[in-house]
């Protein structure tokens, strides 16, 4: 059976409506293999020029971002948070909320709570950020520091929220217009954005509950942890920037930032934190692997680097069930490229059991409250 034929059959053995998928390399054309709907309703079949909400995987692109001004001088990545963002602050605590860095908010071990981030619908009034982290949109989006910055990881959205406001406030540019000039557009991810793509309307896939059933397209205030709209084809020009940056061959022409700073995005922060300045990190097989998951309401994506076989792999689905997809595929994927893969590395880069059923609350909570 070959690779699309294998797509195919686990897309329909998961009753996953749409599925898009990309083996990238690092200087190649990628192999894209796109099936199913995009919108089963009016019979629109997903292509490499699909746009999907990639959920949680906004989070390695926000990074670049921020790397972007590390690189020409406007952020220092050890000092304080509070020195750059002054339109918001933090919440009373016991902890001493100075000492929080922006390398702990890009690694998730700045001892922030993790919020709960059910978006809104396209129609109603937008809100700014400060409104999600005041949470004043819902309680559960309240960001807070619980723990003591710098000595555990432990995983937050609500940092890189504040990665947003402060790539704002340095910039003096909207989150969405920083992005689009300094990543975007020298990247030709020409239909990848961090605004609600209004038109064309056939080009955003619809997304799907667990059911099968359409769903709302849900906007996330939360652009820089959850809100990126992208493209199988321009993200895999993403992975393809990050294979190079990656390389342990060193830099060349072609790198998107300096070396100095594009080391920074994949190397452990320290040896016990399964985390980088971009990514999460697993060794397997004596490989380095880079990726990150995405997870918000009827979507599920991934993407995986393999720097040292020069090799990454891009998913996105619409479907709240596409994580069986994701995993299974993955695995195919991986042990074709570097030998046989214990599952105890794949379901680290599952979608949980415990964010399942997070998907089940959100469903819930819309169904009443949406």
């Not at 217009?177 to 239909?191: A, C, H, Q, R, Y």
């Not at 906007?219 to 199988?232: D, F, R, W």
Request: aromatic share 12%; net charge positive; glycine share 6%.
């Amino acid at each position: 059976m070959t690779f699309e034929q294998t797509i195919i059959s686990l897309k329909d053995k998961y009753h996953v409506p749409g599925v898009a998928v990309s083996i990238v390399s690092r200087s190649g054309d990628p192999k894209m293999y796109c099936s199913g709907w995009a919108n089963k309703k009016d019979d629109i079949y997903i292509s490499e020029k699909t746009k999907f909400q990639v959920a949680s995987v906004s989070k390695p692109v926000t990074a670049l971002g921020i790397m972007k001004l590390v690189e020409q001088g406007d952020v220092d990545l050890d000092k304080a948070i509070s020195h750059y963002v002054n339109r918001w602050s933090f919440p009373p605590s016991p902890y001493d909320t100075n000492k929080i860095t922006i390398r702990q908010l890009l690694s998730h071990t700045s001892g922030l709570n993790s919020p709960l981030y059910l978006g809104t619908t396209v129609q109603r009034n937008p809100y700014h950020i400060e409104h999600s982290m005041n949470g004043s949109m819902n309680r559960k989006t309240r960001l807070k520091v619980i723990r003591e910055p710098g000595t555990v990881f432990s995983y937050s959205g609500g940092g890189y929220s504040l990665l947003q406001l402060l790539i704002e406030e340095v910039s003096n540019m909207s989150f969405s217009s920083f992005m689009e000039k300094n990543i975007f557009e020298p990247l030709g991810m020409n239909n990848s954005s961090f605004e609600h793509p209004i038109r064309p309307m056939n080009q955003i896939a619809k997304c799907y509950d667990s059911l099968g059933r359409v769903l709302p397209d849900y906007l996330y205030i939360e652009k820089a942890a959850a809100g990126l709209y992208s493209t199988v084809e321009d993200m895999s020009k993403f992975a393809a920037c990050n294979l190079r940056m990656s390389s342990e061959e060193g830099s060349d022409e072609r790198d998107f930032i300096q070396s100095k700073y594009a080391k920074l995005l994949y190397t452990r922060v320290e040896r016990s934190i399964p985390h980088s300045l971009g990514f999460s990190m697993l060794s397997i097989n004596n490989h380095k692997v880079f990726f990150y998951t995405g997870l918000n309401r009827g979507w599920n994506s991934i993407i995986i680097l393999v720097p040292k076989c020069e090799e990454g792999l891009v998913i996105l689905t619409n479907s709240n069930i596409g994580g069986n997809f994701i995993y299974d595929v993955t695995k195919l994927w991986l042990e074709s490229l570097i030998g046989s893969v214990s599952e105890y590395y794949t379901k680290r880069m599952r979608i949980s059991k415990n964010n399942r059923l997070f998907i089940l609350m959100k469903e819930n909570w819309y169904n009443k409250w949406g």
